[in-house]
């Protein structure tokens, strides 16, 4: 089994508009670099579809372990203080996860759902 996981930074042209893209595309691979430390450096992150947005890929990992991983991603991004220049940032990050279960699943089908999820916490 495996799991996708969906971040999306949501004030991210706000940071941008502060900040700069060089210096928060340098906070987003700090970022990225925290989780995959969370990980045990056991997933792979990307880029995704829009500016803001991250996908996490968690190999050998069933879906009550995901929840707890996205639980202990949120625990790690509220609990640490992000700065740029020694200003605190922000990280506004919503998630998106899906699991691809015992079954065979395709690709597209598990990013959808993580999709769904992340799409469900904007409305």
């Known amino acids: 089994t495996f799991s ?3 971040l999306e930074l949501v004030n991210f042209d706000s940071l ?3 900040f700069g893209d060089k210096k ?3 906070l987003i691979k700090r970022y990225m670099g925290e ?4 990980s045990g ?3 792979e992150v990307y880029h995704y579809q829009k500016d803001g947005q991250m996908v996490f890929f968690y190999p050998q990992i069933d879906y009550d372990g995901t929840a707890l991983f996205c639980f ?4 790690m991004i ?6 740029i220049d020694e200003k605190i940032v922000p990280m506004d990050m919503l998630i998106g996860f ?3 279960g015992k079954g065979k699943i395709e690709g597209d089908s598990i990013l959808r759902a993580a999709e769904e999820v992340l799409e469900k916490q904007k409305r």
Request: hydrophobic fraction near 40%; aromatic fraction near 6%.
């Open 4 to 6: 996708i996981i969906i």
């Open 16 to 18: 941008m508009t502060s």
């Open 24 to 26: 928060i595309y340098g």
């Open 35 to 38: 989780i995959k430390t969370l």
């Open 41 to 43: 450096n056991a997933g």
């Open 72 to 75: 202990d991603l949120l625990g």
């Open 78 to 83: 509220n609990g640490k203080t992000w700065e």
């Open 98 to 100: 899906a699991n691809s």
